[in-house]
């Protein structure tokens, strides 16, 4: 039996991964909690400051532990600063591999330029819009309808909110992720407009036991677009883990 841990992002819930219920094979048994920064608690969350301890938490209370955890977009920065915290403290999270998909990251602080503030800022309302388009495919939503619901969204998540997020991905190049041993696949879309590829490359780049994976055809939510492929890089994943770990370790 092997136990997956789903992590949803930003503004969105577990309900983001029910498309690969059909996709998982035999001894996967998978549980998706509902976190702080989810669509509806993000008034309990918005003025949280250490969400990697909120993770933390969550991740102590999964159901007899986790074999592998896959954390999507904001939840990749998250669970990233938590294992590097705990990698450089000497006191390694007791997990055995990571999946992080569509992670924002970079890795030299001088990336980050006021231009870009802007920029990831505009883009937000078009990332909530690709969620709920994505997730409504069994009818055609309006134009019109979807930036409203999209601009509700952000308008709920506010200005606190996207500001946990920011804050989080301006903190990634002072994360010490060279301490991390632990096993990790990392995923990018190659069409993903908000974390673009680039950010995926660098960290399985600059992480020591790390392999990537580019999703061609695939944006930020390659677990409603392409839920066969992606459960099929997991479980291949899942298949190299213990020789993963044992480079990992050098042995």
């Known amino acids: 039996m092997t136990r997956v841990v789903l992590l949803h992002g930003l503004g969105n819930n577990?309900?983001?991964?029910?498309?690969?219920?059909?996709?998982w094979r035999p001894g996967v048994r998978v549980h998706a909690p509902r976190l702080p920064w989810h669509s509806g608690g993000i008034a309990g969350w918005r003025h949280e400051t250490d969400s990697a301890g909120l993770l933390e938490r969550v991740l102590d209370a999964a159901p007899g532990g986790a074999d592998l955890v896959v954390a999507h977009s904001y939840s990749s920065i998250v669970?990233?600063?938590?294992l590097s915290r705990r990698a450089a403290a000497g006191d390694p999270l007791d997990l055995p591999a990571v999946v992080l998909v569509n992670p924002f990251y970079r890795g030299d602080a001088d990336d980050f330029q006021w231009d870009l503030i802007a920029e990831t800022l505009d883009d937000f309302p078009r990332t909530m819009a690709e969620s709920i388009r994505l997730r409504t495919t069994d009818r055609p939503i309006d134009a019109e309808l979807l930036a409203d619901m999209a601009?509700?969204?952000t308008d709920w998540i506010g200005p606190y909110g996207w500001l946990r997020f920011f804050d989080s991905y301006l903190r990634t190049p002072l994360f010490p992720v060279a301490e991390v041993r632990t096993p990790a696949l990392v995923v990018g879309g190659a069409l993903d407009e908000s974390a673009p590829p680039e950010e995926a490359r660098r960290l399985a780049a600059a992480l020591p036991a790390a392999d990537q994976l580019e999703l061609p055809g695939c944006g930020h939510?390659?677990?409603?677009?392409?839920?066969?492929r992606f459960t099929a890089?997991?479980?291949?994943?899942i298949d190299r883990i213990p020789l993963r770990a044992a480079l990992a370790l050098g042995t």
Not at 14 to 23: C, N, P, Q
Not at 79 to 82: N, S, T, V, Y
Not at 233 to 237: D, G, N, P, S, T
């Open 233 to 237: 890089a997991v479980h291949a994943f």
């Open 221 to 228: 939510f390659p677990m409603l677009q392409l839920p066969d």
């Open 151 to 153: 601009r509700r969204m």
């Open 79 to 82: 669970l990233l600063d938590l």
């Open 14 to 23: 577990e309900h983001i991964w029910d498309a690969l219920a059909g996709h």
